[in-house]
Nanobody, 112 residues
Framework: QVQLVESGGGLVQPGGSLRLSCAASGSILSMYVMAWYRQAPGKQRELVAR???????TYADSVKGRFTISRDNNKNTVHLQMNSLKPEDTAVYYC??????WGQGTQVTVSS
């Protein structure tokens, strides 16, 4: 069983930055594929970024060059650094572990 807790969401102006964190307990994150998803009101949940066990990463086209996913194996934590935020990035962001476990989500709102 894996428990995931996200943090770092909030309200930010367009062009600003936020750093999301996903802390895990119950297992070792380095063993799993980790990912961040997001869901905006009235839309389906979508993949934002993924990092596999060897550190390779993939990103949605809409966030390439602006978002960076990383993992800190010592702290059993995954981060999502979000720069140059746009209003269309507004959503609830979810951490996912091994395509099975989900966090509770953290709200990100980009607005002036």
């Amino acid at each position: 069983q894996v428990q995931l807790v996200e943090s770092g969401g909030g309200l930010v102006q367009p062009g600003g930055s936020l750093r999301l964190s996903c802390a895990a307990s119950g297992s070792i994150l380095s063993m799993y594929v980790m990912a961040w998803y997001r869901q905006a009101p009235g839309k389906q949940r979508e993949l934002v970024a993924r990092i596999v066990q060897d550190g390779r990463t993939t990103y949605a086209d809409s966030v390439k060059g602006r978002f960076t996913i990383s993992r800190d194996n010592n702290k059993n934590t995954v981060h999502l650094q979000m720069n140059s935020l746009k209003p269309e990035d507004t959503a609830v962001y979810y951490c996912n572990c091994g395509a099975t476990y989900w966090g509770q989500g953290t709200q990100v709102t980009v607005s002036s």
